[in-house]
């Protein structure tokens, strides 16, 4: 049985809670940074906060394939370059702002299939948000925003700030 076939952290596992490194690149991102194992990509679906000098914009929940997720350890490098080129996109229809911190990921199979007709984000269907172990708690949301429940209980967090991008 080879190594490829049994990851350690499944990539396809939304609800592993996991750090998040953000680096720009080309291609393939390398070995992961922090323990020098395998990535694979994969495609996930993602909650991102903006905002404009210091106060809240707006919130995005994104699909795509723009994190690599390590086989050996619960971590994910995302592609900056991707998430900022998707941003753009939306500048044309929301609120984003200058700044952006990528929360987690949505745990998509969290909700219960009696709730799948409903709006996610609403009261009644809150986001199975799986935060990123090393993006600082309290966040502010915004009255109007979407609601967001955390999926599982999470690790103590490091006292890291993500890296501010423009």
Sequence with gaps: MSAESSP?????????????????????????????????????????????????????????????????????????????????????????????????LVDLDAIPEEKEHLPLGSDENPIPLVEFTNIRSGVPTPSGRPRVKKARARRKRKKRRPKKRR
């Excluded at 490098?77 to 911190?101: H, S």
């Design 8 to 104: 350690h952290y499944d990539p396809a596992d939304a609800s592993i809670p996991r750090v998040c490194v953000l680096k720009e690149f080309t291609g393939d991102p390398g070995p992961c940074p922090r323990c020098k194992g395998r990535l694979r990509q994969y495609h996930h679906t993602y909650l991102v906060a903006t905002r404009r000098g210091g106060e809240p914009t707006d919130f995005f929940v994104m699909g795509g394939d723009f994190g690599w997720f390590c086989l050996d350890c619960p971590t994910v490098v995302i592609n900056t370059q991707r998430i900022e080129e998707m941003l753009q996109e939306a500048a044309f229809r929301w609120d984003v702002g200058e700044e952006y911190a990528i929360l987690g």
